[in-house]
């Protein structure tokens, strides 16, 4: 698997396990399809990748569709609520320094209403160089961890 598939399922992993009855996956997968459906969604997908220095250390935005049906209890900005908490907590775990979304809109075809959310990462890309290139092998997040953030993870 290739480092940003990785991350993603990495995250996507994480916030399956705490946001209750919301089922998350990376991207759109095929079974989503079928909408529209009866419970709430979260892809996730990257949005976006800086490298501002060149040197390794990179921004990376990474972008979570939410999908709630119309007449779900508070709606798409009580599960990016849900959102921001999880990844806020996780913050030494995964370098987050932002997030953000957008306005809520109804998209007709799935009869679902829609927020695209993002978050910021630090991180460094790792690289390692042989004769027919320089392939990607790593993305390592920055983890910074007090005795505070280990309290709240738990």
Known sequence: MDPFTELKQQVADYLGERLEQIQVATEYPAVWGRLPCKQPRVAVGIDRLELP???GQAQITLRFDILCPVGYPGGCQTIFEQLCTALLRARGQFGVCAVGCGE????REWDMLLLCAKTTLHGMIGWSEDDSGVPLTQVLLKQ????EDEQIAK
């Open 53 to 55: 220095n060149g040197d």
């Open 104 to 107: 809520v809109e109804y998209r």
């Open 144 to 147: 910074k961890r007090s005795v």
